[in-house]
T-cell receptor, first 113, second 114 residues
Framework: GIQVEQSPPDLILQEGANSTLRCNFS?????LQWFHQNPWGQLINLFY???GTKQNGRLSATTVATERYSLLYISSSQTTDSGVYFC???????????????FGQGTILTVHP | DGGITQSPKYLFRKEGQNVTLSCEQN?????MYWYRQDPGQGLRLIYY???????QKGDIAEGYSVSREKKESFPLTVTSAQKNPTAFYLC?????????????FGPGTRLTVL
């Protein structure tokens, strides 16, 4: 099956710093999502971005599908940005492959005041 | 309020007992999913359903069962055959219309087997 690798596994920042999280995947995809998991376990949708670039406030994401990677940018980080960031991909093809998200292992972000 | 609800939030079970986790959505989504998360890990797919009365096994279906009798509901039963059931269980749904398949998640149920 498809492999999804996220880097770095851990990231520690001071408030106000910028960061880039990376997601590499081993096969073509027709859907890619970025999530933030808060300390209570809730997965919050950040981006649905199978290709191209999107921005939402201090966060932006870029997916280069032909090169099989996606980047999540966090600018002017805040303590509330702390948590785990997951990348998840849905593979191409119909039948039983449709709708299956494969998750990476996540990046643990800690933002200190 | 539109969304996905899961109950209970915390569940304790004795070894050898079956237990059913509830998942309800009022988003009018066609597809629903169950994932399992172990500490420090990503999510893994247990079962999913694209339409009422139909569902498919995911990557780790052994020891679990599901039903989809209503569009809004997709309960998951953790059976005594599941060898390591202690985990965080997350339910999701997606519209699957016109190729748009963004998944949205409920708040999760933490299951502990004593």
């Amino acid at each position: 099956g498809i492999q999804v690798e996220q880097s770095p596994p851990d990231l520690i920042l001071q408030e106000g710093a910028n960061s880039t999280l990376r997601c590499n995947f081993s096969d073509s995809v027709n859907n890619l999502q970025w999530f933030h998991q808060n300390p209570w376990g809730q997965l919050i949708n950040l981006f649905y971005i199978p290709s191209g670039t999107k921005q939402n406030g201090r966060l932006s994401a870029t997916t280069v599908a032909t090169e099989r990677y996606s980047l999540l940018y966090i600018s002017s980080s805040q303590t509330t940005d702390s948590g785990v960031y997951f990348c998840a991909v849905e593979t191409l093809g119909g039948g039983t492959s449709y709708g299956k998200l494969t998750f990476g292992q996540g990046t643990i972000l800690t933002v200190h005041p | 309020d539109g969304g996905i609800t899961q109950s209970p939030k915390y569940l304790f079970r004795k070894e050898g007992q079956n237990v059913t986790l509830s998942c309800e959505q009022n988003l009018n989504h066609d597809a629903m999913y169950w994932y399992r998360q172990d500490p420090g890990q990503g999510l893994r797919l247990i079962y999913y359903s694209q339409i009422v009365n139909d569902f498919q096994k995911g990557d780790i279906a052994e020891g679990y069962s599901v039903s989809r009798e209503k569009k809004e509901s997709f309960p998951l039963t953790v059976t005594s055959a599941q060898k390591n059931p202690t985990a965080f269980y997350l339910c999701a749904s997606s519209p699957t219309s016109g190729g748009y398949n963004e998944q949205f998640f409920g708040p999760g149920t933490r299951l502990t087997v004593l």
